[in-house]
């Protein structure tokens, strides 16, 4: 399988031919339609919802040792050419204190995670966390949370821009007095805002994306809630006013927790997550009662099993705890 390399200003694209895109799509794998009717959702006990699927990452490069990617952030396109395929962050290294470079990198996968079709590489020396899928406008865009250099980024996706980054989009922490390094990343699309969490502490930021000014400060996890660890990555669901976050520590099943913005509680939402003990980015799929999840098991030498894999799991729940 060749590569065919785009250079374009500066960066390179890297489209993986032979990706049977027309194939892929008509083995009907079209991106759902995700996030709506939260507010129906109940919550779910500390058993955690059933595993249905566990998938290894595709190699990001031929003969990648450990296999796959170290996963980062998740989300899924939702038009155009690549319409259901994943948007995955990767942190660039390979394994935990093996000195590997950060070579942080946003990878698009076919929607069954069998190949990495496109390869859009991050800021030099900087991880690549929180992906967020912005589906404004007329065609989708990709932000991503660039840790290091304390920087959110906006990607084309589709074009003669394709893997080029929208400069006068990027938003800098440091410009609204924010120090740190980016990492969750949601996009809300009913206030026009980026909402952005740190590698360290338990704070959300809320940062218009034309208003290019701080709207909101959210402190995640109440007192007593006893969190498993700092909150990693997030999704936002604009009609229940819910945000969600990733929790666990190396080694242990992680968790995702809900933040309810209108009511301020914050619970556990699926909890104890089978196999998934080196927790990143998910993706929820409410219309079909699925969840997604990134783990870095390959990266992490404490996770078991020790893969760099995804993760589905069935959340179908009663609608009968109502949100709020």
Same mark, same amino acid.
């Given at each position: 399988?060749?590569? #065919? ?23 009907? =794998? ?7 009717? #939260? ?11 059933? #595993? ?31 319409? *259901? ?7 660039? $290294?390979?394994?935990?204190?093996? &000195? ?14 069998? $190949? %990495? ?7 030099? &020396?900087?991880? #690549?966390?929180?992906?967020? %899928?912005?589906?404004? *406008? ?16 906006? +990607?084309?996706? +589709?074009?003669?821009? !394709? ?12 410009? =609204?007095?924010? !120090? ?34 701080? %709207? ?35 080694? $242990? ?10 009511? *301020?509680?914050?619970? %556990? ?8 003990? !080196? ?19 390959? =990266? ?12 589905? +799991? ?9 949100? *709020?």
């Amino acid at each position: 399988m060749s590569d #065919l390399t785009m250079r374009i200003s500066r960066r390179r694209f890297v489209v993986r031919s032979g990706m049977g895109l027309a194939g892929l799509l008509a083995l009907g =794998f079209a991106a759902p339609v995700a996030y709506s009717d #939260l507010r129906n959702r109940g919550l779910l006990g500390p058993k955690g919802p059933p #595993l249905i699927a566990a998938r290894p990452l595709p190699d990001s490069a031929p003969g990648r040792a450990p296999p796959g990617f170290t996963g980062t952030g998740l989300d899924r396109i939702a038009r155009g050419d690549w319409s *259901g395929y994943w948007v995955v962050g990767d942190d660039g $290294r390979l394994k935990e204190g093996d &000195g590997s470079p950060l070579r942080g990198a946003i990878h698009i996968v076919a929607p069954d995670w069998s $190949r %990495v079709v496109a390869t859009i590489p991050g800021a030099p &020396g900087a991880s #690549l966390q929180g992906v967020a %899928v912005d589906r404004s *406008g007329e065609i989708d865009t990709v932000w991503a949370a660039c840790s290091a250099t304390g920087t959110v980024r906006r +990607y084309d996706l +589709y074009g003669e821009d !394709a893997g080029r980054e929208r400069v006068a989009d990027r938003i800098d922490l440091a410009d =609204f007095g924010i !120090a740190g390094s980016a990492n969750g990343l949601a996009i809300d699309l009913s206030t026009d805002t980026v909402l952005v969490s740190l590698y360290q502490g338990n704070k959300v930021y809320r940062i218009g994306r034309e208003t290019e000014r701080l %709207v909101e400060t959210i402190t995640l996890g109440v007192e007593g809630t006893n969190l498993d660890s700092t909150p990693d990555h997030l999704v936002y669901d604009a009609p229940s006013r819910r945000l969600f976050y990733s929790v666990g520590r190396n080694g $242990r099943n992680g968790s995702i927790r809900s933040y309810d913005l209108a009511g *301020g509680r914050d619970v %556990v939402a699926f909890a104890n997550l089978d196999q998934c003990q !080196a927790i990143e980015g998910f993706y929820i799929d409410a219309d079909h009662s699925l969840l997604t999840v990134v783990s870095d098991g390959g =990266f992490h030498v404490s996770a078991r099993p020790p893969r760099n894999q995804a993760l589905t +799991y069935r959340i179908g729940l009663p609608k009968t705890v109502a949100a *709020g």
